[in-house]
């Protein structure tokens, strides 16, 4: 059998994928919005602080009248962190202030409690020593003025972002739409996890593991299936998945020489590419185009299934998302390895203490808890054959 190339069949998926990144707009609420993109720079449509207020608990008070401190001073009301407007400070006299609360008009500056101390009458404070105008005044529109932005465009929202947008007032941002995906699990094999198992029945640990990694990408799915080995239920699940909106579709199974393979026997007809790819695990893959929509299939195995989201799809899905790509590293191997000439290996395994690649568990793609255990994959190039200890290899961390 004929087997293309890994770079060359990763080139071919980013290209079938590059449409996906000119995303349409949508607003979402500001609750919502978490880990979207923003389509556009968002201004603010108030002043941050929107009124001069307090940045200590103390007293309000004008700066002029402290040369002499200590100077004593009539305490004639209060301003709380609450609703409403002070009055004016008249001259000669201190308001009691709360941090965050309005400073009254005609007061320049605050005094923090411990640099006061009690007057010798009820209603007094003894402020201690001089300050200047501003001292402790937060200013309205020192954070941001209205009109200014408080978020640029293409940022991807973290909470500080939602923070900030709240506090400007604003109840909506206008984000890019996420990647709309469809998980389509073949086999008449699986079942639910969590059911009962039959004789010759496996769990559908590929629909959870696909479903999860396409979140973890920063797309959304909008349909998940799972199918039995029957072409036209195949084909009615592909339908509804392209109605709900899809465009993308990710399948597991069915794409090998054997007897049985659904999604082999519908799309090959349609003009898709069923092939196997120089790697290991996860050789067999398919690409085709759907009713309009871009289809990957992945091999059934949980480990093939997964290793081939992450190389192939994953790094499409991260760019468009705004993520960071995978992390890589070059390290020395704790332990030799031997691979299969002419095939790219994905060793899975994790790094030691000292900063060694050790591999977990072996080569298969059944191996779903050594994948589980793991932290990166080992590169292996299709020329070698055998590393010893010590010898640098590539890592792709999960």
């Given at each position: 059998m004929t087997r293309i190339p890994f770079d060359e069949h990763a080139r071919f998926v980013r290209s079938l994928l590059a449409s996906l990144g000119a995303r349409p707009t949508e607003r979402v609420a500001v609750a919502d919005a978490l880990g979207r993109l923003t389509a556009s720079p968002v201004e603010s449509p108030i002043d941050l602080p929107p009124f001069?207020?307090?940045q200590m608990d103390g007293f309000a008070v004008r700066a002029s009248e402290l040369a002499g401190a200590p100077v004593e001073l009539p305490v004639v009301g209060e301003s709380a962190a609450a609703p409403g407007t002070p009055a004016p400070l008249a001259a000669g006299t201190a308001v009691r202030i709360m941090t965050g609360a309005p400073v009254p008009d005609g007061a320049d500056a605050v005094v923090p409690v411990e640099d006061t101390e009690p007057g010798a009458e009820p209603d007094r404070v003894r402020v201690l020593r001089a300050r200047t105008a501003g001292e402790y005044v937060r200013e309205a529109g020192s954070d941001l003025a209205a009109g200014d932005d408080v978020l640029p465009a293409g940022i991807r929202l973290a909470p500080r972002h939602l923070a900030a947008a709240a506090a400007s007032g604003l109840t909506e941002?206008?984000?890019?739409?996420r990647v709309r995906v469809a998980v389509i699990s073949t086999g008449s094999e699986l079942v639910e996890p969590g059911a009962p198992l039959g004789p010759g029945e496996l769990p559908d640990a590929n629909g959870v593991a696909l479903r999860s990694a396409v979140a973890a990408c920063g797309a959304v799915v909008v349909h998940a299936g799972r199918v039995r080995d029957d072409v036209e239920r195949l084909r009615a699940e592909l339908d509804t998945a392209?109605?709900?909106g899809a465009e993308l579709i990710l399948t597991s199974g069915g794409i090998s020489q054997g007897a049985y393979e659904v999604v082999?026997?519908?799309v090959e007809p349609l003009g898709?590419?069923?092939?196997?790819v120089a790697m290991q695990p996860g050789g067999p893959q398919a690409t085709a185009v759907y009713r309009g929509v871009p289809l990957i299939g992945f091999p059934g195995n949980p480990v093939s299934a997964q290793l081939s989201f992450a190389l192939f799809v994953a790094p499409s899905l991260r760019a468009i998302a705004g993520l960071p790509a995978a992390p890589t590293e070059r390290m020395p191997l704790a332990e030799p390895v031997r691979s299969v000439p002419g095939k790219r290996q994905f060793l899975r395994g994790r790094r030691t203490d000292g900063g060694l690649a050790l591999a977990v568990g072996g080569p298969g793609s059944h191996l779903v808890a050594s994948l589980a255990a793991s932290e990166l994959l080992i590169v292996i190039p299709e020329t070698v054959e055998a590393l010893a200890a010590g010898d640098e290899v590539d890592t792709v961390f999960l």
């Amino acid at each position: 059998m004929t087997r293309i190339p890994f770079d060359e069949h990763a080139r071919f998926v980013r290209s079938l994928l590059a449409s996906l990144g000119a995303r349409p707009t949508e607003r979402v609420a500001v609750a919502d919005a978490l880990g979207r993109l923003t389509a556009s720079p968002v201004e603010s449509p108030i002043d941050l602080p929107p009124f001069r207020n307090a940045q200590m608990d103390g007293f309000a008070v004008r700066a002029s009248e402290l040369a002499g401190a200590p100077v004593e001073l009539p305490v004639v009301g209060e301003s709380a962190a609450a609703p409403g407007t002070p009055a004016p400070l008249a001259a000669g006299t201190a308001v009691r202030i709360m941090t965050g609360a309005p400073v009254p008009d005609g007061a320049d500056a605050v005094v923090p409690v411990e640099d006061t101390e009690p007057g010798a009458e009820p209603d007094r404070v003894r402020v201690l020593r001089a300050r200047t105008a501003g001292e402790y005044v937060r200013e309205a529109g020192s954070d941001l003025a209205a009109g200014d932005d408080v978020l640029p465009a293409g940022i991807r929202l973290a909470p500080r972002h939602l923070a900030a947008a709240a506090a400007s007032g604003l109840t909506e941002l206008l984000v890019r739409e996420r990647v709309r995906v469809a998980v389509i699990s073949t086999g008449s094999e699986l079942v639910e996890p969590g059911a009962p198992l039959g004789p010759g029945e496996l769990p559908d640990a590929n629909g959870v593991a696909l479903r999860s990694a396409v979140a973890a990408c920063g797309a959304v799915v909008v349909h998940a299936g799972r199918v039995r080995d029957d072409v036209e239920r195949l084909r009615a699940e592909l339908d509804t998945a392209v109605d709900a909106g899809a465009e993308l579709i990710l399948t597991s199974g069915g794409i090998s020489q054997g007897a049985y393979e659904v999604v082999r026997e519908l799309v090959e007809p349609l003009g898709a590419w069923v092939g196997s790819v120089a790697m290991q695990p996860g050789g067999p893959q398919a690409t085709a185009v759907y009713r309009g929509v871009p289809l990957i299939g992945f091999p059934g195995n949980p480990v093939s299934a997964q290793l081939s989201f992450a190389l192939f799809v994953a790094p499409s899905l991260r760019a468009i998302a705004g993520l960071p790509a995978a992390p890589t590293e070059r390290m020395p191997l704790a332990e030799p390895v031997r691979s299969v000439p002419g095939k790219r290996q994905f060793l899975r395994g994790r790094r030691t203490d000292g900063g060694l690649a050790l591999a977990v568990g072996g080569p298969g793609s059944h191996l779903v808890a050594s994948l589980a255990a793991s932290e990166l994959l080992i590169v292996i190039p299709e020329t070698v054959e055998a590393l010893a200890a010590g010898d640098e290899v590539d890592t792709v961390f999960l």
